[in-house]
């Protein structure tokens, strides 16, 4: 069953095909929103309140402008924003678990899984240095693999400007790692 499917169910009373939905989307909704180094309690609540106010607002939700992923993405994103600058007054930090990056080795050795924790580690270090807007967008697209379109619709910008800061935000990894890297 398709996004659409279920949207249109859910419009003509059956809240179970909601539910289905919350089921597709909650452990990939709560993983992005731990990205923002909320704690757990915090990005339970905030994953909550993404789906209820998606189902407040789902006879508002336009399918042809924006995938239904894409749009309770953008809600959560703000919410994990607003969130954030409450908490802290300062901007969110997007964090990512080593665990996240995707592995280049295949099986490695005792060695190995050592450099490559390393490598992580180092690569963690420096993402937490970039700018938000820029962390979020190489966050988006290497660890949680969206396309370009959806970024840009979560983003709220166009495609071009994702791109642009994708390669940015690679420009100012390699700087603060170094050429070898």
Same mark, same amino acid.
């Given at each position: 069953?398709?996004?659409?499917?279920?949207?249109?169910?859910?419009?003509?009373?059956?809240?179970?095909?909601?539910?289905?939905?919350?089921?597709?989307?909650?452990?990939?909704?709560?993983?992005?929103?731990?990205?923002?180094?909320?704690? +757990?309690?915090?990005? @339970?609540? &905030?994953?909550?309140?993404?789906? #209820?106010?998606?189902?407040?607002? /789902?006879?508002?939700? =336009?399918?042809?402008?924006?995938?239904?992923?894409?749009?309770?993405?953008?809600?959560?994103?703000?919410?994990?924003?607003?969130?954030?600058?409450?908490?802290?007054?300062?901007?969110?930090?997007?964090?990512?678990?080593?665990?996240?990056?995707?592995?280049?080795?295949?099986?490695?050795?005792?060695?190995?899984?050592?450099?490559?924790?390393?490598?992580?580690?180092?690569?963690?270090?420096?993402? +937490?240095?970039?700018? @938000?807007? &820029?962390?979020?967008?190489?966050? #988006?697209?290497?660890?949680?693999? /969206?396309?370009?379109? =959806?970024?840009?619709?979560?983003?709220?910008?166009?495609?071009?400007?994702?791109?642009?800061?994708?390669?940015?935000?690679?420009?100012?990894?390699?700087?603060?790692?170094?050429?070898?890297?």
């Amino acid at each position: 069953m398709d996004d659409g499917f279920l949207i249109r169910q859910t419009l003509s009373g059956n809240r179970n095909a909601f539910r289905l939905l919350v089921v597709r989307y909650q452990r990939p909704l709560f993983r992005f929103l731990g990205g923002f180094g909320l704690g +757990q309690a915090v990005a @339970e609540e &905030l994953a909550q309140e993404a789906f #209820l106010r998606a189902y407040g607002n /789902l006879a508002g939700h =336009d399918e042809a402008k924006a995938k239904f992923s894409s749009w309770l993405f953008t809600i959560a994103k703000h919410l994990a924003l607003n969130a954030s600058a409450r908490s802290s007054q300062r901007a969110p930090r997007v964090y990512v678990s080593a665990a996240e990056w995707p592995s280049l080795d295949s099986a490695p050795g005792a060695h190995e899984a050592l450099e490559s924790d390393e490598r992580r580690t180092r690569v963690q270090r420096a993402l +937490q240095q970039l700018p @938000e807007i &820029l962390r979020s967008a190489l966050v #988006l697209a290497y660890v949680k693999e /969206l396309s370009m379109d =959806d970024i840009a619709t979560i983003e709220r910008c166009s495609v071009g400007a994702v791109k642009s800061r994708i390669y940015r935000g690679k420009q100012l990894l390699r700087e603060e790692l170094g050429t070898e890297d």
